[in-house]
């Protein structure tokens, strides 16, 4: 059997984004205490363009404040990008339903490992069964 060698930084943030979208769709807080950075920020803007704020308590409460959806996940990773493995940027939908969203999630690598320090959203529409 042949060793496939360490992961690249694009395959670990990758997995990390798949591990982010199946949490949300599942309501796994602690998926989110490990991967959020102390300081994750997140930031929605509404179509009126209103600017809502959450800090990682926050974030962690939404998560936390709802069932589990059916099914299986509904996500699409649309792009990934590292620069100089120290960020990293992931581009992103996600089914919450009865919306779908549209996510920009910022990673720094911190201590050695992928932390997720930012997340800009918007609503994408919904019901998502629209789409």
Known sequence: ??????????????????????????????VF????????MMTEVTAGGTVNFWDKDGYLARVAGRQPF???PSYGILSVDVAGGETARVHL????????????????????????MTKVFRTMGGPVTEN
């Open 1 to 30: 059997m042949m060793d496939a060698g360490p992961m690249s930084d694009m395959d670990l943030v990758r997995d990390l984004a798949v591990a982010y979208c199946e949490a949300i769709h599942h309501a796994r807080p602690d």
């Open 33 to 40: 205490v490990d991967m959020c950075h102390d300081r994750f």
């Open 70 to 72: 059916p099914g299986a």
């Open 93 to 116: 939908w996600v089914d919450v339903p009865p919306r779908r969203y549209e996510d920009h999630l910022g990673f720094v690598r911190v201590a050695g490992a992928w932390r997720l």
